[in-house]
């Protein structure tokens, strides 16, 4: 092809034909030009491709990461919820003492602690190649809520609440429980004097302002997790 280009040049420089000549120079040299604009459009488009496929597959891993944290954070606020009834009977002095064999079920709900482990795998490794990969702004902003600000809060208040089973439900229970099955039961040898001779009142109290605000705390995150799972593209298990 470049010898039939050449051979083109020759004769229109041998025959003097200048003005052409000139005319086929600016057309080889459009040519060229286009041949790149194609070459560049193609690579543009490929690059995209490849961004759309790796966009649709970590947002694929982090559609999946989020329902599980969503199954997790509602098991919890389940446990707490339960928490939070069995601690307002507690507090209730006439409702505790006319219902004596219940207390010990009720203090079993009361006393225990839940963890909470955010799948963050995916949105890390999003991250990493840059949050810019995904082109919803909606989603980039949602996705940065979850996990950047609501996953470190619920976080801290479900700490606050092991940090009370072991700095203040522990040496109680230590002193006085005779029986203890982890959010099944705790039983103490004499229920009114447990109430009345320790700091049990107080601290069941405490717990319950703790858990009530842990139950906000974790409905605020379920919710981002829902306005998230909302953004997410409706064809991430499509292929192409």
Do not use: C
Request: aromatic residues 10%; charged residues 25%.
């Amino acid at each position: 092809m470049i010898k039939f280009f050449r051979n083109i040049r020759r004769r229109l420089l041998v025959e003097n034909r200048f003005s052409k000549y000139l005319l086929y120079a600016i057309g080889e040299i459009v040519l060229v030009v286009i041949g790149i604009l194609i070459a560049l459009q193609i690579n543009t488009w490929n690059e995209a491709r490849k961004n759309n496929t790796y966009e649709r597959e970590i947002l694929s891993q982090i559609n999946e990461n989020l329902k599980q944290d969503r199954t997790n954070l509602i098991e919890i606020k389940n446990w707490h919820q339960r928490a939070y009834i069995a601690s307002e009977k507690l507090v209730d002095d006439t409702h505790r003492n006319n219902n004596l064999d219940s207390v010990p079920t009720w203090l079993g709900e009361v006393v225990h602690f839940s963890r909470f482990q955010s799948l963050t795998n995916s949105y890390e490794a999003l991250k990493s190649a840059g949050l810019q990969n995904v082109r919803d702004k909606e989603l980039r902003k949602s996705l940065g809520v979850y996990y950047d600000d609501k996953v470190p809060h619920v976080n801290k208040a479900l700490g606050d609440i092991e940090y009370a089973f072991n700095k203040q439900w522990l040496p109680l229970m230590e002193a006085h429980a005779t029986n203890f099955e982890f959010r099944n039961i705790l039983e103490v040898a004499d229920i009114p004097r447990f109430f009345a001779e320790t700091d049990t009142w107080r601290i069941v109290m405490l717990n319950r302002d703790n858990i009530g605000a842990s139950i906000a705390n974790l409905e605020e995150t379920i919710h981002s997790i829902d306005r998230t799972l909302s953004l997410m593209p409706t064809d991430l298990n499509t292929t192409e």
